[in-house]
């Protein structure tokens, strides 16, 4: 039972990570792009430290990728307080 918790946790942070990644971009929303990232990294930070092979360790791009794009967003429009 442990086991397909698991699972349901991991693949459903992808799945938010997903959703959050497109509508930050479609919206221009650092937030969205900074959860997308934050909700991708334990799936990702897990297949990356799980084989030495050059492929897996593309997959911590996705989060990367996620958190330069909130950075980028965040500086092109800062927010009015």
Request: avoid cysteine; charged fraction near 15%; proline fraction near 5%.
């Amino acid at each position: 039972m442990d086991f397909l918790l698991m699972g349901i946790l991991l693949w459903s942070l992808v799945i938010a990570a997903l959703l959050l990644g497109l509508y930050g971009v479609w919206k221009r929303s650092w937030k969205a792009l900074f959860w997308g990232g934050v909700a991708s990294l334990l799936p990702m930070g897990l297949i990356f430290t799980g084989d030495d092979s050059w492929v897996f360790k593309l997959s911590i791009v996705p989060p990367l990728l996620m958190f330069i794009g909130a950075y980028f967003f965040k500086q092109r429009r800062p927010e009015k307080v």
